[in-house]
């Protein structure tokens, strides 16, 4: 790992040298759907029938669509959900199971056959005091089970505005990035926290921007193979009104979706991803 000072790295960055990057692969467009702390057993049958119903999602060769429900519907939903789509978990624990009562085991979702998680969401950092060594520990020990991860990073309204959203951002990357040797089975998800559930999105641009950063601090960091081959996705308030201008950012490999991703809209977001094409 290249020794840098991470604020410094990430504010020389240019949005024109991602978009050359983004022109050179094809990344895969992809969407999920985080249903968070919500649901009965009735309305995720509604939302599922919702989803197996919509004969114009993108096939799967053209964009990945993973479904996150709560975990007492993860079986519920991978024994009913369309075999073109898939299932993630909202969390896993940072070792094998024991005696650490209410969490849940990567071996226990292998059992299941859940093939995602989602690590590092910004509520699990704020509100349970989840710090990047600890996420990174967590995103490193999922995936030596074999479990996709969904990494989640972003900065809060009080840091962008003191200007330290960048370098907030660089740390937490470079805390993933040192537990983290093969990131074929990662995909990064940027969440300014002050659009998470809050109606404010981030511009097209501020999003590109980030984004962008985010890519090249790959690129020096890890390496341009992997800044390359990254997926970047945007969570914070997308919606079917806004979806398709985010996805046309370069840099903008999809979308972690929340309370849409509960809602008819859903499906308009998924489509988003076709602009890329």
């Known amino acids: ?17 991602a978009h050359s ?15 968070k ?12 029938n919702l989803l197996n119903g919509a004969a114009d999602i993108p096939p799967k060769d053209k964009v990945d669509v ?8 993860l079986s519920q939903v991978k024994s009913s959900l369309r075999p073109d789509l898939s299932v993630a978990a909202q969390n896993a624990w940072v070792q094998k199971g024991g005696a650490f009562t209410g969490e849940i085991s990567a071996e226990m979702l292998v059992n ?16 349970l005091k989840e710090s990047n060594e600890f996420v990174a520990d967590k995103v490193a020990y999922a995936l030596s089970q074999g479990i996709k991860v969904i990494a989640c990073i ?19 990357a470079k805390a993933i990035a040192a537990k983290v040797s093969d990131w074929n089975n990662v995909v ?22 980030v984004h962008a950063d985010l890519r090249k601090w790959l690129k020096t960091n890890v390496s341009p193979k992997v800044a390359e081959s990254a997926r970047i996705i945007y969570g914070g308030s997308v919606s079917g009104a806004n979806c398709v201008e985010l996805a046309g950012q370069p840099d903008v490999d999809g979308f972690l979706v929340g309370g849409a991703s509960l809602k008819p809209e859903f499906t308009d977001i998924i489509k988003a991803g076709l602009v890329k094409k």
């Open 1 to 17: 790992m290249v020794e840098l000072d991470a604020r410094a790295t990430l504010q020389s960055l240019r949005a024109t040298d």
């Open 112 to 127: 299941l056959g859940i093939p995602w998680v989602i690590l590092g969401h910004s509520e699990r950092r704020l509100l």
């Open 188 to 209: 990064l998800a940027y969440e300014p926290v002050w659009a998470i559930g809050t109606g404010k999105v981030a511009t097209p641009a501020q999003a590109q921007e």
């Open 66 to 73: 993973v479904i996150s429900p709560p975990f007492v519907f």
């Open 21 to 35: 990057i983004a022109s050179k692969i094809g990344r895969k467009f992809f969407v999920g759907g985080n249903w």
């Open 154 to 172: 972003g900065e809060t309204l009080e840091q962008r505005e003191s200007g330290q959203a960048l370098k907030i951002i660089a740390e937490q």
């Open 37 to 48: 702390c919500n649901g009965t057993v009735d309305e995720v049958k509604k939302i599922v």
